[in-house]
């Protein structure tokens, strides 16, 4: 079994910065990308980051250069940071992750629970 586990949401006031973190565990072969969506209440689920595993990144243009995707492959772990946090920012932030459980498969989308983000005075 293949579990994501986020963790790192709160609250916090507008101009803040959490940082949210994503572990992968169980049986992996391997891990090629890893990302962040959010979906705010009434709104379609929206790609926030992107990271491959050889590094290159993407952002959506209303988080680029507030928010940095990262990613520690030893650890299967893909951390997002977040700062000059908006009231727009406010959703439920998931992780998912393209994942390979054995060599003679291809590459399946998991997703984490969520982890809820609030950014409000």
């Known amino acids: 079994q293949v579990q994501l586990v986020e963790s790192g949401g709160g609250l916090v006031q507008p101009g803040g910065s959490l940082r949210l973190s994503c572990a992968a565990s169980g049986s992996i072969f391997s891990i090629n990308a890893m990302a962040w969506y959010r979906q705010a209440p009434g709104k379609e689920r929206e790609l926030v980051a992107r990271?491959?595993?050889?590094?290159?990144?993407y952002y959506t243009p209303s988080v680029k250069d507030r928010f940095t995707i990262s990613r520690d492959n030893a650890k299967n772990t893909v951390y997002l940071q977040m700062n000059s946090l908006k009231p727009e920012d406010t959703a439920v932030y998931y992780c998912?992750?393209?994942?390979?459980?054995?060599?003679?498969?291809?590459?399946?989308?998991?997703w984490g629970q969520g982890t809820q983000v609030t950014v409000s005075s």
């Open positions: 998912n992750a393209d994942i390979k459980l054995v060599w003679s498969t291809p590459f399946a989308g998991y």
């Open positions: 990271v491959h595993s050889a590094g290159s990144t």
